[in-house]
C-alpha cells in the first residue's frame, strides 16, 4: 500500500497501460495480450486516420473492434500498401471475398497471404508463380501441397523495388513484435534481467521506434538503478513516438523519483494532455502537490483520479488522502 508521499508508479507496456500495483520506484511495464492495440494504436503505428479506419471497416475490408490483435495490424498494413499503389478499394473487396470462397481455410487474406500489387492488378504470389484472386483461375495449376505454401509467406523471387521494401518493412515488425513478446515472457517467468534486455534490444534492432520495448528497457535499467540509462530510454521512446502517454508517464516517474519536482509535473501533465483519462498520472500529481503544499491542486488531481477509478485499491488509498486533505484544509 502506498504511504503519504509516496509516488504510484507503474512498469510498463506495448499499449496504454493496465494500471497495477507497484512499490516506489518501479515504472509501469505493458502487455502483450491478445486485443494489445487500442484504436489510437493501430492508426499510430499504420500511419492511417480514424476517418480512414473507420471508413474500411464500413466497407468491410477490416473488423470494426474497440481493441485489435497483431493479425489485424498486419492485414491494415497489407491494406495500406495496396491503397498507397492505387488499387480500387471495389477491386481489394472483390479480391478478399473470392479468396476467402476458394480458400476455405482463409479467413483473414490480408494478414495471412501475401497479396501484392502488379501495376493496377491485384496478385497472390505462390513460390515463383502467380495467382490471379478475384477470377481464381490460376489457382487449378497448382496441387494442394502448393496451395498450402499460401500459410508460408514465401519469398518473392521477382517484385518492385517498392513491394521488396514493403516486405521488408512487414518482415522487422513481425520480427519486433516477436522479440518484444519474447522479452515480456522472460520477465514474467523471472529469467535474469540480461535475456528480456538482449530480447528489447532485439526489437528495438528491428523497428528503432518500437516505443513499447525502449521503456521496458528503460524500466530495466531503473530497477537497476541506472537512472541515466533509464532516462536516455525513456526520451528515446518519446522521440519514437511523441503521443505515448507511457513514456511520460515513466520519465516523470524517474524525475519524482530524484526530486527533480517541476520536471516530473511537466511529464505528468504530458502524459495526461495525451490520454485525459490516464488515472494514474492524477494519482502522482496529486501526491506531488501534497509534496509541495499544494493542497488545493491537490484536492482536484484526487477528486478527478476518484472520478476515473472508484473501485480499486488504489481508489481506497486516494480517498483516505483526499480526506486527510479536507480535515487539513478545514482545520485552516
Known amino acids: 500500500m502506498v ?6 508508479l507503474l512498469h510498463f507496456w506495448r499499449s496504454l497501460p493496465e494500471k497495477m500495483a507497484s512499490k516506489r520506484g518501479t515504472p509501469v511495464r505493458g502487455t502483450l495480450d491478445a486485443g494489445a492495440y487500442q484504436r489510437e494504436d493501430i492508426q499510430r503505428i499504420a500511419g492511417i486516420t480514424g476517418r480512414q479506419l473507420r471508413a474500411w471497416e464500413k466497407q468491410g475490408l477490416i473488423t470494426a473492434s474497440g481493441s485489435y490483435r497483431f493479425s489485424d495490424l498486419l492485414a491494415i498494413q497489407t491494406l495500406r500498401k495496396l491503397r498507397q499503389l492505387r488499387i480500387p478499394t471495389a477491386e481489394i473487396q472483390r479480391a478478399i471475398a473470392s479468396l476467402r470462397k476458394t480458400l476455405q481455410h482463409i479467413d483473414q487474406p490480408l494478414s495471412q497471404l501475401r497479396i501484392t500489387a502488379e501495376g493496377r492488378k491485384i496478385a497472390v504470389h505462390i513460390g515463383d508463380s502467380r495467382m490471379e484472386p478475384i477470377t481464381g483461375q490460376l489457382l487449378f495449376d497448382f496441387d494442394e501441397k502448393e496451395i498450402e505454401k499460401l500459410r508460408s509467406f514465401p519469398r518473392l523471387s521477382e517484385q518492385s523495388q517498392a513491394q521488396k521494401e514493403a516486405d521488408k518493412e512487414t518482415e522487422n515488425l513481425r520480427l519486433s513484435e516477436h522479440y518484444f513478446s519474447q522479452g515480456l515472457t522472460l520477465e ?4 535474469p534481467p540480461e ?3 538482449t530480447a528489447y534490444q532485439k526489437a528495438v534492432e528491428y523497428n528503432p521506434k518500437a516505443s513499447g520495448a525502449l521503456v521496458n528497457l528503460g524500466t530495466i535499467a531503473f530497477r537497476m538503478r541506472k537512472l541515466k540509462e533509464a532516462s536516455a530510454l525513456y526520451m528515446r521512446a518519446m522521440a519514437a513516438d511523441p503521443n505515448y502517454p507511457l513514456a511520460h508517464f515513466n520519465l516523470a516517474n524517474l524525475y519524482d523519483e530524484q526530486g ?7 511529464h505528468y501533465l504530458d502524459a495526461i494532455r495525451l490520454n485525459p483519462r490516464y488515472a494514474d498520472a ?3 500529481l496529486a501526491l506531488l502537490c501534497e509534496r509541495n503544499n499544494q493542497l488545493l491542486q491537490a484536492t482536484g488531481y484526487w477528486n478527478t483520479y476518484l472520478k476515473l477509478d472508484s473501485a480499486s485499491a488504489w481508489a481506497s488509498t486516494a ?8 480535515r487539513t484544509l478545514r482545520s485552516k
Open 282 to 284: 492524477y494519482f502522482n
Open 188 to 191: 514474467e517467468s523471472g529469467a
Open 319 to 326: 480517498r483516505k488522502q483526499l480526506e486527510r486533505l479536507k
Open 195 to 197: 535475456d528480456a534486455i
Open 3 to 8: 504511504g503519504p508521499g509516496e509516488p504510484k
Open 260 to 266: 527533480l519536482m517541476e520536471d516530473a509535473r511537466r
